[in-house]
């Protein structure tokens, strides 16, 4: 395994000393050893918004710690649900007194965790609730979407939720614009490599040169088929052909676009496929994009391969996707 | 032998569950690194150990099994903390305030353990869990009361259904957690759950069977 | 080769095609198909900040383009010099009329390149001075430093030239505060696996498994030595070593790291080793770091592996490295 | 024979330079694949061949040669788009305002075009570069000259020299260029820029003697 690590078993505490090291500007490590706070959390009279998942996402999780994004993040183990105890502490710290808003995605072990997180809390009368991402288009069909993975879609929802929050919103908006955000977002991926969990130290499954896997889950979960490995420009219209019509998008609608990259992609590559993404929804699509993000959102370790995430916007979902943030992971400005 | 004993004496549990954990740490990681991740083993031993450290000399049984679950529930994480964490949460609520632990005490408590594990988790026998462990033992314990036998006689047969249980999981294809990734090829290996979940209760048996 | 590209000879254009559809908050194309420009260049009183390099290293050199950092870039092939042309139409496009710095590093062809496009401006009455980056500590012994190549330390380079223009600075002031950064800045690289130009289709070099090159180039030139793999933690002391003695670096100053990826390095070993870094810094050698970057900053294509990049900073460079600026792979708020 | 040419007539030099680089795209690339980046070839093509569609109906050799350096350093870019481009528009250069091209103007073309390589590239004899071929090539066309032989013989001088030079480099280890950083391993296979620079002195030869 050619990696820069120490004792992989202590990857995740050795990242968030990194962490909160590197970012004093951003964030601080508050109460437990696996919560990443704001900086200046809990933010009196506003909405919390908490987070967190399992290790080797970066800059998800908590890369998008920050200003008008989220307030703290539970942070797991390599590919592993933090405990209740890790999202307790997050919700803790980032309660303003005005509820918390938990953001997170659809794994078995998070939802568990949160569960009992939010009983928790609740029994102390601070009130928490959540929004499940699963925007993961692949992962089961449209009838049961409740049973699709959050993917890459996670970064807009908190992006989302955390400028409603930040402008004032109350518990009740900040969940509704999230859920919004999450309802109106289709993810794909496309997996070229697999990665390798340090602790484990063997790759995480198989793909043979030539192939890649369409549809991959953020922690190599089979997708729709393997096949042979086609263009990016091929990739980019399969992706778009398998998540447009699941909302469905339709012409003249606007979106904002996420080309994520999944760890060891070459930036210069997401730019190759988001050129092609551009050209089909602005062209043939009739639609308009609002945003784009290209960049490495929410990657797998040193995955190859990338994702693609579409929302439609209405006005206020491009007001709060406007609104400036400021985190590791994500740093805007007003771009009208 | 009694058909019953005391709550009070029963506190040494979390000890033997956690040397049980001790034992099958490398077993058990090499279960879960052909079709899961390699670390349940790992997991277990972390959890169980640290609780055993927090009971307290002359816990009861009840009491044991409270700080066992909540040290899952809160140090773990992933999805055998919080599993796990309910499931002797569960058992702990049901013998809380019972003095004499007897057998339907001790059927109500698996079936408990055994819906907070349901409610939480969401798996059906023959998705390659711990529940194809956990099913046919608390049938196999709850049909041995029922026609008749003793409360170790019941144990026994617990034990002996939740090892079949357990070997059953090596012909199917995982439904839930991290292998069914893997489809039809999580097929021809033990389920890493299933098998701690049998040695969690084997051990309990034998552990009660020595209080009676 | 497991990659997202169409033709292997248009990676370059069709990212640059990608790249302007991004970022047109930022850039602009302008002139020549291998230029990218900041979108409201030239400004007008202002020393135009311009540079290039060969392709592949991403977010350098087109995601420096931005507010308070650099006006233009010549994009060249994969590891290859831009042309003299695209060079200076990048110069001719930041010309704001107090003359051109061009801030780049130290290859043959890039010297080449930036010397006839500097020729060709002049001959139309435009000054242009230049500052040729050697951070890199590896490839050349200290008395031969002018043969040294230009890494990562380059985004210092750019970020202080960019400020110092921006505050107004003369074109000697600019070049002065430039050349200061990167006679204040020593780098280094560690590659634990090589990478593959796509119209090549190969490794550009072999790294055993276990192995890894200790003072490694961003083109895979070779390092000071291939040496089994070591910890993150001993990485980290190592490359400290070799570059903290060759400024040298002493007790009580005050210094800005960079820790770079190469590309398929994920982020969260990026943190592991800074911990370190950090760690060793503020520790034994008594230094403080006055501001830290981690990240995907200076990369090669799909490389494993991680850079350092330590800069030793007095008051105008503090408050140069401290000004806010925007672009795609730098975007920052005021620390203090 | 004659000993000159009319510096008009030679506006073809170009046309021909492509072919050959055409004939030999696979071959230089291949023998760059070998310790560089295996583009030789390509880079070549590209840049005589544009270079070939902008010389105009009747331009003249020192016209010819301005084209083709000129485009050489303004489309190609790397390191041999000025090396070759400040070869090629030195050549112009030296024959420009030139009305017959003979022996001695052509040694000043061969003499500005190395030193223009020199002043930009830096490399010397040993490098491994086409310095390699340059070099002794040069120096038997002025030998030649001296002992008294005419412009065609002095053509094929510098073209055997200039072969034997290219060959030279084979032995040799890489110290300038992409090359270089593969130290001793760069042995044994020819160097790309010495096998094109060989290709370009003989075509040249062989254009010029059929102009005399
Ligand atoms: N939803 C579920 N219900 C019951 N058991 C589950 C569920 N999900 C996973 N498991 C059990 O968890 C075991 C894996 O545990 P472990 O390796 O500790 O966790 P992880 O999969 O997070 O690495 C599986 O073998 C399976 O028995
Ligand atoms: N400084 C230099 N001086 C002379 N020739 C050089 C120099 N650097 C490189 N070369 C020549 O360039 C050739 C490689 O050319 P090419 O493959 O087109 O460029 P690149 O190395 O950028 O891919 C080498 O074989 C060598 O002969
Ligand atoms: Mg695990
Ligand atoms: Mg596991
Ligand atoms: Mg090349
Ligand atoms: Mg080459």
């Known amino acids: 395994m050619q990696r820069i690590i120490n004792d992989p078993d202590r990857v995740v505490p050795e990242m968030v000393d990194g962490f909160v090291a590197a970012h004093p500007d951003i964030v601080k490590r508050e109460g437990h050893e696996r919560v990443v706070v704001r900086k200046d959390a809990p933010v009196a009279g506003k909405v919390g918004i908490?987070?967190?998942?399992?290790?080797?996402?970066?800059?998800?999780?908590?890369?998008?710690?920050?200003?008008?994004?989220?307030?703290?993040?539970?942070?797991?183990?390599?590919?592993?649900s933090p405990t209740a105890a890790a999202f307790a502490e997050a919700m803790r710290a980032a309660d303003g007194g005005k509820g918390i808003a938990c953001l997170y995605g659809n794994y078995a072990g998070d939802k568990m965790n949160v569960k009992m997180a939010a009983e928790d809390l609740e029994d102390d009368g601070i009130e928490v609730k959540t929004v499940i991402a699963n925007d993961d288009v692949p992962s089961a069909p449209k009838d049961e979407r409740e049973k699709r993975r959050g993917v890459a879609g996670e970064v807009l929802m908190w992006k989302v939720g955390g400028a409603k929050a930040a402008l004032g919103g109350s518990l009740d908006e900040v969940i509704a614009a999230a859920q919004k955000a999450i309802d109106n977002t289709r993810s794909i991926g496309i997996g070229l490599?697999?990665?390798?969990?340090?602790?484990?130290?063997?790759?995480?499954?198989?793909?043979?040169?030539?192939?890649?896997?369409?549809?991959?889950?953020?922690?190599?979960?089979?997708?729709?088929?393997?096949?042979?490995?086609?263009?990016?420009?091929?990739?980019?219209?399969?992706?778009l052909e398998t998540i447009l019509p699941d909302l469905p998008f339709n012409k003249g609608?606007?979106?904002?676009?996420?080309?994520?990259?999944?760890?060891?992609?070459?930036?210069?590559?997401?730019?190759?496929?988001?050129?092609?993404?551009?050209?089909?929804?602005?062209?043939?699509?009739?639609?308009?994009?609002?945003?784009?993000?290209?960049?490495?959102?929410?990657?797998?370790?040193?995955?190859?391969?990338?994702?693609?995430?579409?929302?439609?916007?209405?006005?206020?979902?491009k007001q709060l996707i406007d609104l400036d943030c400021y985190s590791m992971g994500l740093r805007q400005e007003k771009l009208r | 032998m009694s058909e019953s004993f005391a709550n009070a004496a029963g506190g040494g549990i979390v000890a033997e569950l956690a040397a049980?954990?001790?034992?099958?740490?490398?077993?058990?990681?090499?279960?879960?690194?052909?079709?899961?991740?390699?670390?349940?083993?790992?997991?277990?031993?972390?959890?169980?150990?640290?609780?055993?450290?927090?009971?307290?000399?002359?816990?009861?049984?009840?009491?044991?099994?409270?700080?066992?679950?909540?040290?899952?529930?809160?140090?773990?994480?992933?999805?055998?903390?919080?599993?796990?964490?309910?499931?002797?949460r569960a058992m702990a609520r049901q013998a809380k305030g019972v003095e004499q632990v007897d057998a339907p005490t001790f059927a109500s408590m698996l079936e408990a353990a055994y819906e907070a594990i349901r409610e939480l988790g969401d798996a059906k026998v023959g998705d390659k869990t711990l529940v194809d462990t956990l099913d046919p033992a608390i049938a196999a314990f709850k049909e041995a009361t029922g026609t008749g036998a003793g409360f170790a006689e019941a144990l026994d047969r617990m034990t002996e259904a939740a090892e079949r249980g357990k070997d059953s999981t090596k012909d199917l294809v995982a439904k839930v957690g991290r292998s069914s990734?893997?489809?039809?090829?999580?097929?021809?290996?033990?389920d890493a759950g299933a098998t701690s979940c049998w040695l969690i209760l084997r051990t309990t048996a034998e552990f009660v069977k020595r209080q009676l």
């Open chain 2, 181 to 190: 990734r893997l489809g039809e090829r999580s097929k021809g290996v033990l």
């Open chain 1, 253 to 317: 609608d606007e979106v904002v676009v996420l080309v994520s990259g999944l760890g060891a992609t070459p930036i210069m590559e997401l730019y190759i496929f988001y050129r092609k993404v551009h050209e089909i929804l602005t062209g043939e699509k009739g639609m308009s994009v609002y945003r784009p993000y290209v960049g490495e959102y929410f990657t797998s370790l040193e995955m190859m391969g990338i994702t693609l995430t579409v929302m439609k916007v209405d006005e206020e979902l």
């Open chain 1, 50 to 80: 908490v987070t967190g998942g399992g290790s080797g996402h970066k800059p998800a999780f908590v890369g998008y710690v920050g200003r008008n994004l989220v307030d703290a993040v539970a942070v797991g183990e390599i590919f592993s």
């Open chain 2, 20 to 88: 049980t954990m001790r034992e099958n740490r490398d077993y058990l990681s090499e279960i879960d690194g052909a079709i899961g991740d390699g670390d349940h083993g790992i997991n277990m031993v972390k959890g169980f150990d640290m609780a055993a450290e927090r009971v307290e000399d002359g816990a009861s049984f009840d009491e044991a099994f409270r700080t066992l679950g909540r040290t899952l529930v809160m140090e773990i994480g992933g999805s055998m903390g919080p599993l796990y964490g309910q499931f002797f």
């Open chain 1, 193 to 239: 490599s697999p990665c390798t969990i340090p602790s484990v130290g063997k790759p995480n499954f198989s793909i043979e040169p030539g192939k890649m896997e369409f549809g991959i889950g953020h922690h190599g979960e089979p997708g729709i088929k393997v096949m042979d490995l086609v263009s990016a420009d091929e990739m980019a219209a399969m992706s």
